[in-house]
């Protein structure tokens, strides 16, 4: 098993890459542009890929130069491509905060339901069951209120399509918000821009990803 996580692993980065200089523009960091596939082809690919699924949530860590992973769960659903992380640790977007009150904010939040949008586009594997695509919330936007001493505050997660990261490995790369199935596995890049909590705006940049199988 372990072997098999690693191949996959792999295999998305060398997917990315590919999927990077043939069907996405990086012309805007959130003008999204993918090769199209048919109706039925979406169709046969959001069926497969529908379902509940476990596994956890890392954040490469740009600071530390180490992955932090925390267990979560996320559900595939096919009548509207969405997929929805019942359990998104919120504590996650803390990690580019410097402001120590916005970061305490932001760390007592707890978990909350994150719902994305998936776009399928092609791939030249996409026939032996390798399926690529995008992932962004609505309008880049995860929206809620929280309670932190006392006091509700109004919180905004602006999520990005691309970064530009030094992994945790530390090589500098450009990330974008994408993902990949094989075989009832699947990983995909949620990519954290900044925070606004009440009036103040806070740029994070903050890369995570949510690995797991059926």
């Not at 596994?55 to 180490?66: F, P």
């Not at 120590?100 to 949008?117: D, M, Q, Y």
């Not at 594997?125 to 109004?154: I, W």
């Amino acid at each position: 098993m372990q072997t098999l996580k690693k191949s996959f692993i792999m295999l998305t980065c060398l997917a990315l890459t590919a999927s990077i200089s043939s069907c996405l523009n990086d012309d805007n960091d959130n003008d999204i542009k993918y090769a199209d596939l048919t109706p039925t082809q979406k169709a046969a690919q959001t069926n497969e890929m529908a379902g509940q699924y476990a596994g956890h949530i890392y954040v490469l860590n740009d600071t530390t130069m180490k992955r932090d992973s925390i267990p979560c769960q996320w559900r595939i659903n096919a009548s509207d491509s969405s997929l929805t992380v019942s359990n998104f640790p919120v504590s996650i977007a803390s990690y580019g905060l410097k402001n120590e009150g916005a970061r305490n904010i932001i760390k007592a939040a707890g978990t909350r339901p994150l719902r994305v949008i998936l776009h399928p586009y092609s791939n030249t594997a996409f026939d032996q069951g390798y399926y690529t695509f995008t992932v962004v919330p609505d309008n880049y936007k995860f929206s809620f209120t929280t309670e932190y001493e006392e006091k509700t505050h109004n919180v905004e997660i602006e999520f990005a399509y691309q970064m530009f990261s030094s992994s945790y490995t530390g090589i500098s790369s450009t990330l974008y918000a994408v993902g990949e199935y094989y075989k009832q596995e699947m990983n995909a890049y949620f990519l954290i821009k900044g925070i606004k909590i009440d009036d103040a705006t806070y740029n994070t940049g903050t890369p995570t990803y949510i690995y797991g199988k059926k």
